[in-house]
């Protein structure tokens, strides 16, 4: 299947900091990027919703402002978590669409682990 | 949006097929059904989707109802990494998102 790399796997940041996260499909172009988030022992929630070239559509009750997305190219989508809160700790995944078609498949990244201290 | 139902776990002997059940009563005629698994602290896994037809590859078997009102996810020889959480998904084509569900936490034993 496709491969989608996220990096990094894991950080630790200081409460009041900004932290980015990497998105890349590696052998594919991706026009849309999802981000979701996971708390332990629960399911995946859908922050957003990512196009190439345009703004993130973002889930209801997802702050924009302090989760920043950008889909600058195909292979390429950012989240930046923006001044970090202890709450803000949680497990990011972001995932890749193959295509346009409602056959098309996701792919997922392997998540990136975010610990705010 | 539709939505999909699953138990909440299951558990399977090794080497014997599991049989995984999802409900989507509520799926429309151009949506796909998607199942993914996730091992604790990974990115989901793609296991194999299907619109009406029965699918089938190199890891599982997909069947879906006639009325399209639920399907089963059958991996015909459970081993011990086969343990995980399970997810069903219908793509939701009106909102274009995949929407999670609690999942079917599978458990196989030796």
């Known amino acids: 299947g496709a491969v989608v790399s996220q990096h990094p796997s894991r950080v630790i940041c200081k409460s009041g900091t900004s932290v980015k996260i990497e998105c890349r499909s590696l052998?594919?172009?991706?026009?849309?990027m999802f981000w979701y988030r996971q708390f332990p022992k629960q399911s995946l929630m859908l922050m957003a919703t990512?196009?190439?070239?345009?703004?993130?559509?973002?889930e209801q009750g997802v702050e924009k402002d302090k989760f920043l997305i950008n889909h600058a190219s195909l292979t390429l989508s950012t989240l930046t978590v923006t001044s970090a809160h202890p709450e803000d700790s949680s497990f990011y995944i972001c995932?890749?669409?193959?295509?346009?078609?409602?056959?098309?498949?996701?792919?997922f990244g392997e998540g990136s682990w975010l610990t705010v201290v | 949006d539709a939505k999909t139902t699953q138990p909440p776990s299951m558990d399977c002997a090794e080497g014997r097929a599991a049989n995984l059940p999802c409900n989507h009563s509520?799926?429309?005629?151009?949506?796909?059904v998607y199942w993914y698994r996730q091992i604790h602290s990974q990115g989901p896994q793609y296991i194999i989707h299907?619109?009406?037809n029965n699918e089938t590859n190199e890891m599982a078997s997909l069947i879906i109802t006639e009325d399209r009102k639920s399907s089963t996810l059958i991996l015909p020889h459970a081993t011990l990494r086969d343990t995980a959480v399970y997810y069903c998904?219908?793509?939701?084509?009106?909102?274009?998102?995949?929407?999670f569900g609690t999942g079917t936490r599978l458990k196989v034993l030796a």
């Open positions: 995932s890749a669409r193959t295509g346009q078609g409602s056959g098309n498949t996701i792919y």
């Open positions: 052998d594919f172009q991706a026009t849309t």
């Open positions: 990512s196009n190439e070239g345009s703004k993130a559509t973002y």
């Open positions: 509520t799926i429309s005629g151009n949506e796909y």
């Open positions: 299907g619109l009406k």
């Open positions: 998904i219908v793509f939701t084509s009106g909102t274009y998102k995949y929407i």
